[in-house]
C-alpha cells in the first residue's frame, strides 16, 4: 500500500505543485483587477440603458433585489428624466445559449411594454448565434414596443415587421434566439408582479 | 563557443519569422488567423496576446522541463498554457474591454492554438531559459505580423481604412466580403501561394 502511494505521489507531486501554485496566481491576479472589471461592467450597463431609455436622466435601484428564482436575482433601476418623472424602469437579466447569455432589458413606465435590450455578455456563435448583439437587425427591431402582457413565441418563420408576441429566429441561430426568447419570459413575469407588489405600477 | 550559440539564437528567432512561420509555413493557428483579421486592432490584440502566453509558457516548461514526466508532459502543458491564457483574458477584460468583447471566445482559444503547445514540446522542453524565449519571441512576432499582414489587406479593401483613417479614395466601392469569412479564405489562401512561391516550392 505504502508503495503504491510513495509510486503515485514520485509520479504526480508536480502536478500537485503546479497547479496549486497557478491556481494561486489566477486567484491573486482576479483579485487584483475584479475591481476594474466589475466597474467597466457596471459602465457598459449605464451606457446600455441610456440607449434604451433616451429621455431618461437619472437611474435609481428600487430597494430590495427582486427574485426571479431560487438562485437568481436582479436589481431593478426607475429611470427618471429631468423633471424627475419616471420613464421606464431596466434590469439586468441572463440566461443559456449555446453559453451564457446577459441582457440588459427596459421597459416602459406602466411595465405593459419593451422599450428594448442591449448584450452585456455574449459568446455565442460568431456570424450566426451573435447576431443577437446586433440593435440595427430586423431580428431586434421584433422586440420594439410588445407588449409584455403575453409571453414571447419563438417561431421559424413569420411576419418580423409584426409587432406581436411572435419573434422569428435568427436563421441559423435557433438556441441563441430561444435563449433571448426564454430570457425574457422568465423575468417579465416575476419583475412586473414585484413591482406591482411595491407599487411601483398600477395594474 | 559564444559565436556558435549568437548564430544559434540569430537563427532561432529569424526562423519564427519566415523558414518556420507559424501560419505561412507550420500552418498552425488557422482559428484566429481567420477569425480576428477583419481588422488590424484586433488581429495586433490577438497577436501580442500570443507572444505573451507564448512567452510565459516558454519560460516554466523551459524551468520544469527536467522534472516532467513523459506521461504528463501534455497535461503539465495545457495546465500551464491555460493559466496565462486565463491572466490575458482577465487583463483584456479589466484595461481593453472593447477588445475583449471583439475578440470574445477567441481569447481562450488560445488554450487549444498549436503553436503555443507545439514549441513548448519541441522547444521549452528540450532546451535552456535563452532559447525558449527567443524562440517564443521570434513565433510570436511572426505570428503577430502574419495576422497584421493580412488583417491590413482585409481592413484596407474592406472598409478603405486602416485604424478609422481613410487610406483609399474617397471614390473607393468596399468590398464587402473581404471583412466576412470568404474574404479571410480568399486572403490566406493568396498569401500561402505567394510566400510557396518566394520560397519557390
Redesign the interface.
Known amino acids: 500500500m505504502l508503495k503504491h502511494i510513495t509510486h503515485f505521489v514520485k509520479q504526480s507531486w508536480l502536478l500537485v505543485v503546479a497547479s496549486f501554485a497557478f491556481g494561486l496566481l489566477i486567484a491573486f491576479t482576479n483579485a487584483a483587477w475584479r475591481p476594474k472589471i466589475d466597474a467597466n461592467a457596471a459602465a457598459k450597463f449605464s451606457t446600455k440603458v441610456s440607449g434604451l431609455l433616451p429621455s431618461a436622466k437619472n437611474f435609481e435601484p428600487i430597494t430590495g433585489k427582486f427574485q426571479i428564482d431560487e438562485k437568481l436575482t436582479t436589481e431593478v433601476y426607475q429611470a427618471r428624466n429631468d423633471m424627475g418623472q419616471l420613464v421606464g424602469f431596466a434590469f439586468a437579466a441572463q440566461g443559456p445559449g449555446y453559453d451564457k447569455i446577459e441582457i440588459v432589458i427596459a421597459v416602459n413606465e406602466k411595465c405593459s411594454k419593451l422599450m428594448g435590450y442591449g448584450v452585456l455578455v455574449c459568446n455565442e456563435t460568431p456570424g450566426f448565434g451573435d447576431a443577437i448583439k446586433s440593435d440595427v437587425s430586423e431580428w431586434y427591431e421584433q422586440f420594439i414596443d410588445v407588449v409584455t402582457a403575453q409571453p414571447l413565441k419563438l417561431v421559424k418563420t413569420g411576419d418580423v415587421d409584426d409587432k406581436d408576441p411572435e419573434i422569428v429566429a435568427i436563421t441559423g441561430a435557433t438556441i441563441s434566439s430561444q435563449g433571448v426568447v426564454d430570457i425574457f419570459n422568465n423575468y417579465m413575469p416575476k419583475i412586473k408582479e414585484q413591482l406591482l407588489q411595491k407599487g411601483m405600477i398600477q395594474e | 563557443m559564444a559565436q556558435v550559440e549568437k548564430i544559434s539564437l540569430n537563427k532561432t528567432f529569424l526562423a519564427g519569422l519566415w523558414d518556420e512561420n507559424p501560419v505561412f509555413r507550420l500552418l498552425l493557428g488557422m482559428c484566429p488567423t481567420l ?1 480576428v483579421t477583419a481588422a488590424v486592432k484586433p488581429a495586433l490584440t490577438m497577436g501580442c496576446s500570443v507572444i505573451f502566453v507564448l512567452f510565459c509558457s516558454n519560460v516554466v516548461v523551459c524551468l ?1 522541463r527536467k ?3 513523459p506521461h ?1 508532459r501534455i ?2 502543458f495545457t ?2 498554457i491555460s ?1 496565462f491564457v ?2 490575458c483574458d ?2 483584456l ?3 481593453m ?1 472593447e477588445m475583449s468583447e471583439a475578440l ?2 477567441y481569447i481562450p482559444l488560445i488554450i487549444v492554438n498549436c503553436l503555443i503547445i507545439c514549441r513548448a514540446e519541441a522547444c521549452a522542453s528540450k532546451n535552456g531559459l535563452i532559447v525558449s524565449i527567443v524562440d517564443a519571441f521570434g513565433m510570436g512576432l511572426g505570428f503577430t505580423i502574419t495576422l497584421c499582414a493580412l488583417a491590413v489587406v482585409r481592413e484596407l479593401l474592406a472598409t478603405g481604412k486602416i485604424f478609422e483613417v481613410q487610406i483609399m479614395w474617397n471614390s473607393f466601392v468596399p468590398w464587402t466580403a473581404m471583412s466576412m ?1 470568404v474574404g479571410a479564405f480568399i486572403t490566406l489562401g493568396l498569401m500561402l501561394g505567394a510566400v510557396n512561391l518566394v520560397s519557390k516550392k
Do not use: C, D, E, R
Request: aromatic share 10%.
Open positions: 477569425a520544469m522534472l516532467l514526466k504528463l497535461l503539465m495546465l500551464t493559466t486565463t491572466i482577465l487583463f477584460k479589466a484595461f474591454p470574445g471566445p469569412p
